[in-house]
C-alpha cells in the first residue's frame, strides 16, 4: 500500500470515528424530540432540511418549554449565524458549481469545516467524505432515535456531548504548531468562556470570532 492509499485509509477511519459519534447523539435528539411530542414526520424533516444539531436541540429545548416556534427559528438562526465564517474558511473545497455550493452549504457544519482544515492538502476531498458521512450517520442516528422514543437517554447524562468538542479537538491540534493559529485559538477560546454564563448555548461560539482580532500580531 502506498502512501497515498494509506492517508485515504486513514481518513476513512477518522471520518467513521466522527460521523459514528454524530449518529449516536442524532439518536438522542430523535428520542428527546418525540419525548417533547414533535411529531416524527417534523423530527426527520428537521435532520434532513436543517441538518444542525444545537438548532435543533434548541428548538426541541423552546417547544418543550412551551415557547412559540418563531422563538425557535430565530434562536437556531442566530446560532447557526457562525456558519458564515465556515462558509468563508472551506469556500475553496466546496467548488464552484452552483449544485456543489447549495449542498455543500447544507453539510457545512462544526465537524466537516474542522475536518477539511485539517487536511488542507485533501481539503476538497475531505470536506465532502465527511459531510456526507455525517449527513447520513445524523440522519440515521434520528430514525433510530424516533423507533427507540425515551429508552434512548439524555446525552448529557452517559457525556456523549463531549463526543463533539473531543473529536474537533482532536482535528485541530496538528494545526496548533503554528504561533499565530495558537495565539488566535487561545484568545478566541477565553472570548467564548468569558461570554458563556451570559449567552444561551451556541452564541459564546460567535464571540469566539474575536480571537481573529490578534491574528498576525506576532509577527508584526
Known amino acids: 500500500m502506498d502512501m497515498r492509499s494509506l492517508n485515504r485509509t486513514d481518513g476513512l477511519r477518522d471520518v467513521l470515528a466522527l460521523a ?5 447523539v442524532g439518536a438522542s435528539f430523535g428520542a428527546l424530540a418525540a419525548a417533547a411530542g414533535l411529531s416524527p414526520a417534523l423530527t426527520v424533516g428537521m435532520s434532513l432540511l436543517v441538518f444542525a444539531g444545537g438548532s435543533q436541540f434548541l428548538v426541541v429545548s423552546v417547544v418543550a418549554a412551551g415557547g412559540s416556534p418563531l422563538a425557535a427559528v430565530v434562536a437556531g438562526l442566530l446560532i447557526n449565524a457562525r456558519h458564515l465564517p465556515f462558509g468563508l474558511a472551506v469556500a475553496p473545497a466546496v467548488g464552484r458549481s ?13 465537524e466537516s469545516t474542522a475536518y477539511a482544515r485539517s ?10 467524505t465527511s459531510g456526507v458521512a455525517l449527513f447520513v450517520f ?26 463533539f468538542p473531543a473529536a474537533l479537538l482532536a482535528l485541530l491540534l496538528p494545526g496548533l504548531r503554528a ?42
Open 119 to 128: 487536511r488542507p492538502g485533501d481539503a476538497r476531498r475531505a470536506f465532502w
Open 98 to 110: 452552483w449544485p456543489a455550493r447549495l449542498f455543500g452549504a447544507h453539510i457545512l457544519i462544526d
Open 138 to 163: 445524523w440522519n440515521l442516528g434520528t430514525v433510530v432515535g424516533l423507533l427507540g422514543g425515551s429508552a434512548v437517554p439524555d446525552p448529557d447524562a452517559f457525556g456523549i456531548d463531549a463526543a
Open 20 to 24: 459514528s459519534a454524530v449518529g449516536v
Open 179 to 220: 504561533a499565530d493559529t495558537r495565539r488566535v485559538g487561545l484568545a478566541a477560546a477565553a472570548a467564548a468562556l468569558v461570554a458563556t454564563p451570559f449567552l444561551p448555548p451556541g452564541l459564546p461560539v460567535l464571540i469566539g470570532l474575536l480571537g481573529l482580532a490578534v491574528a498576525g500580531r506576532g509577527e508584526r
